[in-house]
């Protein structure tokens, strides 16, 4: 029976089973810890299958399924940013890694702000992709990926939201995304966590501006000009506010800078963790 790819290995942090794929070697590039997003079906290789073998070269490189998502344990009391900024923590705990650069994918964002406030000497370098972390009004993008319910059709719809121009191969993917969506426990899982009304949990998930504006780490930020999940303008406001920041926005972009315009992200993103 083939094993999917979206399975890493297992290790316990912060008390939890979790999956996580630890790849690449440490030549002097550090660790870079990635952190996926919140989409439906999720999980760190859906997210980062084109990012991790980029930086493998020059860095150890660790993207967990974050608790409650892909192949993470989901038995936990509640899903909230102190509960998965505890679990990621317990990621590096769990593998020795002492500071890592951190990369956060839209809801990831979040987790890496809250590391970067929170935890500050564990946090070399700052990546931020189409980020939450601050409030904003709640998008009809972002309103139907919380909001998802599984079909094949509704997850070739998001996964149209989530790109700027028609993806190749966007049926495929489709029946892949929600394969992964309605595993036993996955549905009953997200639903509990965004529910509606959604305005709540962007703001639950945002940063006071006076810790942001603190935050000592070279931070890059990404975004797609075209993103319908996350306003470019979030990006704005974050990169007025982080001392040391900036801004790349893609063109013909929208929320996956990673995927849409993989190769120059990579290059982008590799290129700045290595002049630390």
Known sequence: MRTSPEIGH????AGIPTNVHDTGTDPGGGTVLLIHGSGPGVSAWSNWRLTLPALAADF????????GFGY????????DLDTWTAHVVGVLDALGVDRAHVVGNSFGGSLALALAIRHPERVRRLGLMGAVGLSFPLTPGLDAVWGYEPSVEAMAALLRTFTATPAPGIEELAELRYQASIRPGVQEAYAAMFPAPRQRWIDALAHPEQAIARIPAPTMIFHGREDQVIPLESSLRLLSLIPDAQLHVFGRCGHWTQIEHAEEFNRLLRDFLLDA
């Not at 297992?10 to 942090?13: E, G, V």
């Not at 150890?60 to 608790?67: G, L, N, Q, S």
């Open 72 to 79: 993470t344990e989901r038995s936990v009391g509640a899903y």
């Open 10 to 13: 297992t290790i316990t942090a």
């Open 60 to 67: 150890r490189v660790v993207a967990p399924d974050v608790v």
